[in-house]
């Protein structure tokens, strides 16, 4: 493939509109871990797409919300800054007829920015084709200065092809900036430790999830090819973690066995796995333990 143009985008949206679905969806397998809670994104994780000779790097970001500790402020700033230095924005939303105020105050970003920006409606396949029209009328109300305005569904896959031609029109000439093969930024260290810690978002309720951090203190590979990881799931209260770990550890069994299962897909070798639970009471309030597990300004 010879790559002679890039195109840098950023995907921004409220949480939970499906930013990391989409990412993944356009990338062709998993760079950022999923789930139906809000502030599954942390950190601004690039997604590597070459189509023809382009290559598109897709900056998905945490959803923007109020923040409510020092980790939350971290994650908006991520996103604010998100939106500098980039070709395009790509506004993600839901099939709503009503503009919201994160909507409202990334769209007002994209205008002080200066930046083009495609309005991208996602969960087509929820909705009614109908349901589209009052939705497309509400957003150009709001801003008329989208160059376009696409329906599609990261879930089905209906209407990427469209974005993609859409994006390509971004581009600019310039060299291949990631190797062929590479579909992201991330050290497969930090991919571990995030593939962790989506399973603790999948199996455990409420506020737990949010207020968990994974670290990997051990990630190395035998001769045979094996690889050792071990990680350790900081949360802020005792009595959390006794719900991690769960009657006679079962829930730290599912979490871990869920979590290997996706680390040797990703990894595509065996993986030994080895997880332990500490305490660390109000770490998100913390602006050096929020650095400590890998969320740090660039």
């Known amino acids: 493939m010879n790559i002679t143009k890039t195109a840098m985008i950023t995907v921004c949206g409220r949480p939970n509109v499906g930013k990391s679905s989409l990412t993944n969806a356009l990338v062709g397998e998993k760079v950022a871990i999923v789930s139906n809670k809000a502030q599954t994104t942390r950190n601004r994780i690039y997604g590597v797409v070459n189509r023809d000779d382009t290559q598109f790097i897709l900056l998905d970001t945490p959803g923007l919300h109020k923040p409510k500790s020092a980790l939350g402020d971290y994650m908006v700033k991520v996103v604010t800054s998100s939106l500098s230095d980039v070709d395009c924005a790509l506004l993600l939303v839901e099939p709503i007829p009503h503009v919201g105020g994160p909507e409202l105050a990334l769209i007002q970003r994209i205008q002080e920015e200066g930046i083009p920006a495609i309005l991208c409606i996602n969960k087509i396949d929820t909705i009614e084709k109908a349901d589209l029209l009052p939705v497309i009328a509400a957003?150009?109300?709001?801003?008329?200065?989208?160059?376009?305005?696409?329906?599609?569904?990261?879930?089905?896959?209906?209407?990427?092809?469209?974005l993609i031609k859409e994006l390509s029109k971004y581009a600019e000439e310039g060299p291949q900036l990631f190797p062929d093969g590479e579909t992201s930024d991330q050290p497969e260290r930090q991919v571990v430790g995030e593939l962790v810690r989506e399973k603790l978002l999948l199996c455990l309720d409420k506020e737990i999830p949010h207020g968990t951090a994974v670290e990997i203190t051990r990630f190395s590979e035998r001769d045979s090819g094996v690889i050792d990881v071990e990680a350790v799931i900081y949360c802020e209260k005792a009595s959390h973690k006794g719900i991690i770990i769960g009657k006679q550890g079962a829930m730290l069994k599912k979490i871990s066995t869920m979590a290997r299962r996706d680390i040797e897909k990703f990894m595509g070798t065996k993986v030994y796995l080895e997880t332990w639970v500490k305490v660390k009471e109000n770490w998100r309030d913390n602006m050096n333990y929020v650095r400590s597990f890998g969320y740090r300004d660039e």
């Open 139 to 162: 957003y150009n109300e709001a801003w008329d200065g989208f160059d376009a305005i696409i329906p599609l569904s990261a879930h089905s896959g209906d209407g990427l092809d469209e």
